[in-house]
């Protein structure tokens, strides 16, 4: 069994997962000089599942209508509303209005990443799994694609690239993953990168 292929197999991935809490692995808040005030707190879900022995992520692309991130493929998820009484909850919640996967069907595992965005928020990312057979529902209204892809498949370098940008004055690199025809990039990629990192057992 190859190296990429042991680490993302998926009770490997279980084990791992398991020793996430609710205390993010990477969190910009404890990076000198990144400040999270006034920034809008959300939420969101990399929901995995297990499909013929393989791994996968869901992810949703959005419609180009939307008035933010209109076009482009990202974790379910949002910003925290007045009910919600915690960071997973909104997750779960956003998770269940956008692909109707319902909160208890998913084991949630922990929390991985808290990062500022360009458009304002400050998301925590938290990671699940729930099992087949199961049928998603893209909500028409927020969800233009559902689509999942096999963590295997994304670790390869190369379905992986980096591009620089700059912004506010500042040059960063961006992850891109390329998948099926989708496009894989920004926050959402920033996050898959840490995620295929923290179970190659690296240092984040």
């Given amino acids: 069994m190859s190296e990429r292929r042991e680490n993302f197999a998926p009770e490997v991935v279980r084990q791992r997962l398991r020793e996430l809490g609710d205390r993010p692995r990477v969190a910009f808040e404890r990076v000198p000089g990144i400040s999270m005030e006034g920034l809008t707190p959300a939420a969101v879900l990399i929901a995995l599942t297990e499909i013929e022995d393989q791994m996968h992520a869901v992810f949703t692309k959005r419609p180009d209508t939307m008035p933010e991130h ?5 974790f ?12 997973e ?11 109707a996967l319902e909160p208890e069907a998913v084991e949630l595992y922990g929390a991985l990443v ?17 099992e087949q057979p199961y049928e998603l529902r893209p909500s028409p209204r927020e969800i233009d694609t559902l689509f999942t ?27 891109f993953y390329d998948y099926d025809g989708q496009v894989i990039w920004g926050a959402t ?11 190659r057992g690296e240092e984040i």
Avoid at 70 to 74: C, K, R, Y
Avoid at 90 to 95: I, N, Q, S, V, Y
Wanted: hydrophobic residues 35%; glycine residues 8%; aromatic residues 8%.
């Fill in 70 to 74: 209109s076009g482009e493929v990202s």
């Fill in 76 to 87: 379910p998820g949002g910003r925290v509303e007045e009910e919600d009484e915690s960071l």
């Fill in 89 to 99: 909850q909104t997750a779960l919640r956003e998770t269940q209005e956008e692909i």
């Fill in 114 to 130: 808290r990062m500022p965005t360009i458009t304002g928020y400050v998301v925590t990312t938290f990671v699940g799994e729930f």
């Fill in 149 to 175: 892809a096999p963590l295997e498949i994304l670790a390869d370098p190369s379905s992986h690239r980096l591009e620089s940008r700059s912004w506010n004055g500042h040059t960063f690199e961006l992850h």
């Fill in 189 to 199: 990629g920033y996050m898959l990168n840490i995620l295929l990192a923290y179970l």
